[in-house]
């Protein structure tokens, strides 16, 4: 017995760790550009890359080569992509602004030919959209800095031109001045080995000429308009050397936007040795602004949290009350004759009636518990330092993987209620596959017209049709099969056996003056005071381009989210059960389910209020799609918390004392 105990616990620590590798490397093995320092000596040439040209103006990604840009000598080469990149529609590719590290320069790229209408046209519009240029030189991305009012803004990326105040006239961005922060290290005689984390890393023993050289450790950038003259430009070669020039503020001496007009583009780069080591070279970008006021903000909604944890723990101490009372009458007969059955105790025979859709139930609770597992792991990961902002797309390909093999805890959490409800196991089949078609195929649903909206658009943000083709096949090859195989265990799993039996004629519910769902829709305003803090960061990084790597609070906000969640859902399940209303099921789920109203509801005030720049009915449908997903995702993970702890507490009351 004990030789099988432990032949049983290794087998779980081998799978679970077999588990943690595949993660890894899912999330790691696509693409991890600057995960691992890179040291460059004097002289050697380094080539920025550029991501997607983005816009606060309308969520829709383009390419970068989709302008009259410069391309390089070798061709538009794009990089190696994750799943996480595609689906945001990251598409990094080469360009031809070369750097010689600690060589200071000033370059000629090339003179577009004379713009055509289209060009003109697009230009434009990308202008007046308020497109950004995201240029990224070793992994960093590009930073501005501008003044508004006396106070300094960090942006990253450039505009690709701008209007003037005076008139109607557009200018394009065609000089870049960048300044290159590096560092310098010494033969220290170390080299660092990335564990996937911007500066975590294993030091190790090596050559010493190994860590020699200088590293990269800040890009900034100053974009220009200058007006040159397209005949003497376009005799020059690319990468020829030309004068130093200062940006300039004159109108008339900036490249105007205009059909027929031939723009040359140039930069020049200056190297300038800093002090910030490489581990810190990231600090700059997620440096929290305003983190006063995110400190109050965090310790406000834990002083409202312990407020009504407190309340709700003298209403749990009244529940406990009424145990005491009803196990006393149990003991002394007489008063048990005299003694009139009241409150939750009258619906003893109805409290386990079979509630209305329990397959529906059943499923929602099971894709519930498969989205909430996989927010726990992602955020705990990213909380202990392993999702580093260099990755682009590694949060969203890890969610993506965690969420196709939590289906074997969805379908068996799911078939395991529906026994429970039945008593049988029969129909366990539709059950695990409706549990495996249900969020997946309403996203689906929703992204593909959507997709069609971005292909119009000519959009990177739009799906490929091969991409389509991976995200069915892991959803039926992985995602399927496993929900199935939960299933089966489920079938498999011991019964829950109600601790009272079920009337044959369902008992009269007591009519009340006011609508019973007024009171479960309003407790969702409980856990929504817990995450509108955090909601208002999240949203700002999607659609404001904002970094978001403050994990440690959003942990601490699921966590409180999750009690709040279970302690509403428990109190509104005891209230309903003491007016004699058995029909606590579907309550019980909507009662902490019901915050995805207000979250939704806080994404359309955050689209009239905060993000006023968003235009045009595309943009908005977009912005509402999403979410439409989100608060989605949000009520099937808060309600199967807020359902489970309900079911337990009703099964613990009803088993906890004696019913005739």
């Known amino acids: 017995m004990a030789f099988l105990l432990i032949s049983k616990t290794r087998s779980t620590i081998y799978w679970a760790f077999l588990f943690v590798i595949l993660f890894a490397c899912v999330c790691n093995g696509f693409y991890l550009p600057g995960s691992y320092m890179h040291t460059f000596s004097t002289g050697e040439y380094i080539y920025a890359k550029v991501n997607s040209l983005t816009s606060i103006e309308t969520g829709f990604p383009f390419s970068y080569y989709s302008l009259p840009y410069c391309k390089p000598n070798g061709g538009v080469r794009k990089s190696a992509e994750n799943l996480g990149q595609l689906l945001m529609g990251d598409q990094i590719t080469n360009t031809p602004y070369r750097f010689r590290m600690n060589i200071n320069e000033s370059i000629y790229l090339c003179t577009t030919n004379p713009l055509n209408e289209h060009e003109v046209k697009l230009l434009k519009q990308r202008t007046g959209d308020l497109y950004q240029v995201n240029m990224i030189l070793d992994n960093l991305p590009a930073m501005r800095f501008a003044k508004q009012n006396g106070v300094t803004i960090q942006w990253t990326g450039f505009p690709v031109g701008y209007s003037s105040a005076q008139s109607s006239v557009d200018y394009i961005i065609n000089h870049l001045k960048f300044r290159v922060l590096v560092h310098e290290y010494e033969g220290s005689g170390v080299e660092i080995i990335s564990t996937g984390e911007e500066g975590i890393g294993v030091i190790a023993e090596a050559d010493k000429k190994a860590a020699s050289g200088f590293v990269i450790v800040g890009f900034e950038v100053v974009p220009c308009s200058v007006k040159y003259d397209p005949e003497a430009m376009s005799k020059l070669k690319m990468y020829a050397n030309i004068t130093p020039l200062s940006c300039p503020l004159e109108l008339d001496k900036s490249q105007i936007i205009r059909k027929q007009e031939r723009v040359s583009f140039t930069y020049e780069v200056e190297f300038v040795k800093s002090n910030i080591r490489w581990p810190s070279r990231w600090d700059a970008y997620l440096e929290m ?38 196990e006393e009458l149990d003991k002394e007969a007489d008063a048990q004759m005299n003694e009139e059955p009241s409150g939750w105790k009258l619906v003893v025979g109805d409290v386990f009636r079979e509630p209305n859709c329990s397959k529906l139930l059943c499923v929602m609770v099971g894709d519930g518990i498969q989205i909430a597992g996989m927010a726990v792991v992602t955020i705990v990961f990213a909380a202990l330092g392993f999702m580093s902002p260099a990755s682009r797309g590694m949060i969203l390909t890890g969610m993506i993987m965690l969420y196709l093999f939590l289906g074997i805890i969805a379908g068996y959490v799911g078939v395991r209620l529906w026994r429970v409800i039945k008593g049988t196991s029969e129909g366990w089949r539709s059950v695990s596959l409706l549990v495996a078609c249900f969020f997946p195929g309403i996203i689906f649903i929703i992204l593909t017209p959507l997709n069609f909206i971005l292909w119009g658009s000519k959009s990177t943000g739009a799906i490929p049709i091969s991409l389509y083709f991976i995200l069915l096949s892991l959803w039926f090859c992985i995602s399927v099969p496993l929900t199935l195989l939960g299933g089966f265990l489920g079938t498999r799993a011991e019964a829950i056996q109600f601790p009272v039996r ?32 955090e909601l208002f960061f999240i949203l700002s990084s999607i659609w404001l381009g904002r970094f978001y790597y403050v994990f440690g609070f959003l942990l601490v906000v699921l966590l409180l989210l999750v009690i709040v969640c279970a302690e509403v859902s428990v109190v509104l399940t005891y209230m309903h059960l003491c007016v004699e209303d058995w029909r606590w099921w579907w309550k019980a789920f909507f009662a902490s389910g019901s915050v995805a109203l207000y979250v939704f509801l806080y994404s359309i005030n955050y689209l009239v209020f905060d993000l006023r720049s968003l235009s045009g009915p595309l943009s908005a449908i977009l912005y509402i799609s999403y979410s439409m997903i989100m608060a989605f995702a949000i009520m099937l993970s808060t309600g199967t918390i807020g359902f489970l702890t309900s079911f337990y507490f009703v099964h613990y009351l009803f088993s906890s004392v004696k019913i005739d």
Do not use: C, M
């Not at 009340?512 to 929504?528: C, D, E, H, I, Q």
């Open 289 to 326: 602004k305003g983190a006063r006021v995110h400190w109050f903000s965090i310790l406000n909604s834990l002083l409202v949290i312990f407020f009504l944890a407190g309340i709700v723990f003298v209403i749990f101490l009244t529940v406990r009350r009424d145990l005491t009372r009803y």
């Open 502 to 533: 079920t009337h044959q004629i369902p008992r009269e519910i007591p009519a009340r003056k006011y609508p019973s769902w007024l009171l479960v829709l309003g407790a969702g305003t409980l856990p929504f005071g817990t995450l509108f803090i």
